[in-house]
């Protein structure tokens, strides 16, 4: 079955340290991915995407994250994190043999502590 | 996002009510999403909708229903609500395109008593 891991429920980061907000999937075929953010009591915001090209893409909020196809991994990366960081972090697949639909990620709570 | 709104923001019900949650768009998207979010469960998808003409059941529609009144409104009911689906809902949408990023509006908090 397509699935998508975010092994970590909960990451903690000081302020001004670098962040990493893991991702793994499992899907057949050439995945688009994604990474959104909820923020307490708002909907998801779109971060950024991979589609294809290069395997680090940049995004919102001074967010990156690298496609790792030998380890089928999307992780999100910031070098240095702020207290705003702090929210609810999705990742998400989609297959194109699925309709276009997305395979989310149960969703990583990031804390940055200042 | 802005551009999708979702009413009510918060709705409180007993058990068997029939409620409508609705869902409007302002992008000219064509494809229209909605999902509920569990604590630890991510979004699951319930129902979408390519066009107006088009819907298709997600991973857990029953229990539900959903009417494409047009372009840029989707509603879901509940047509007998139960405790269990007492969740954070959302609709979504999304244009043909590279990617199709999906847009979501700010959730609705339902609580079934």
């Known amino acids: 079955a397509q699935s998508v891991a975010q092994p970590e429920d909960q990451v903690n980061v000081a302020e001004g340290n670098p962040l990493t907000v893991k991702c793994t999937y499992s899907v057949s075929g050439n995945p688009y991915l994604f990474w959104y953010v909820q923020y307490p009591n708002r909907g998801l915001q779109f971060l950024l995407k991979y589609i294809t090209g290069d395997n680090l893409v940049k995004g919102s909020y001074g967010f990156e994250a690298e496609f790792n196809k030998s380890q089928t991994s999307f992780h999100l990366k910031k070098p240095s994190a702020l207290v705003s960081d702090s929210a609810l972090y999705f990742c998400?697949?989609?297959?194109?043999?699925?309709?276009?639909?997305?395979?989310w990620g149960a969703g990583t709570k990031l804390i940055i502590k200042p | 996002d802005a551009d999708v709104t979702q009413t009510p923001r918060n709705r409180i019900t007993k058990t068997g009510k029939r409620i409508m949650l609705e869902c409007s768009q302002t992008?000219?998207?064509?494809?229209m999403y909605w999902y509920r979010q569990d604590p630890g469960l991510g979004l699951r998808l319930i129902y979408y909708s390519f066009d107006v003409k088009d819907i298709n059941k997600g991973e857990i529609s029953d229990g539900y229903s959903v009417s494409r009144q047009a372009q840029a409104k989707f509603s879901l009911s509940l047509e007998s609500a139960i405790p269990n689906q007492t969740a954070l809902y959302f609709c979504?949408?999304?244009?043909?395109?590279?990617?199709?990023?999906?847009?979501f509006g700010p959730g609705t908090r339902l609580l079934v008593l």
């Open positions: 998400a697949v989609r297959v194109l043999d699925s309709n276009y639909q997305l395979i």
């Open positions: 979504a949408t999304s244009d043909v395109g590279q990617g199709e990023t999906q847009y």
């Open positions: 992008k000219g998207h064509d494809r």
